[in-house]
């Protein structure tokens, strides 16, 4: 069975910079598309960026667009979030996400991706 674990979150003031990790277990990576969501108080769970199983094409919410940057390294079965210039409004949990569907990244779709991480707080605030 497939495990995600992400790490990386926390506290940071506004304009700063996070990297979140999301390690995959139970199979290869590179079989899977993966996905970065977050859910912030009150809202709905949004898919913000997505990365292909090869790796060679992303996709970003138009509110993350610019600032963050997905990669994924197969060889060492994990996936990144890089995270800059953050304000309040990227507070939420950020959860990282796996598909195996034929296609994926694009498209971007919620209900391709079965498997997800536990989530992990990133809180912005000054």
């Known amino acids: 069975q497939l495990q995600l674990v992400e790490s990386g979150g926390g506290l940071v003031q506004p304009g700063g910079s996070l990297m979140l990790s999301c390690a995959v277990s139970?199979?290869?990576?590179?079989?899977?598309?993966m996905g970065w969501f977050r859910q912030a108080p009150g809202k709905e769970r949004e898919g913000i960026s997505c990365?292909?199983?090869?790796?060679?094409?992303?996709n970003y919410a138009d509110s993350v667009k610019g600032r963050f940057t997905i990669s994924k390294d197969n060889a060492k079965g994990t996936t990144y979030l890089q995270m800059n210039n953050l304000t309040p409004e990227d507070t939420a949990v950020y959860y990282c996400?796996?598909?195996?569907?034929?296609?994926?990244?694009?498209?971007?779709?919620?209900?391709?991706?079965?498997?997800w991480g536990q989530g992990i707080q990133v809180t912005v605030s000054s």
């Open positions: 990365i292909s199983k090869s790796g060679w094409s992303t």
């Open positions: 139970g199979s290869t990576l590179e079989n899977y598309g």
């Open positions: 996400a796996a598909s195996r569907a034929a296609y994926v990244c694009p498209p971007f779709t919620r209900a391709d991706f079965v498997s």
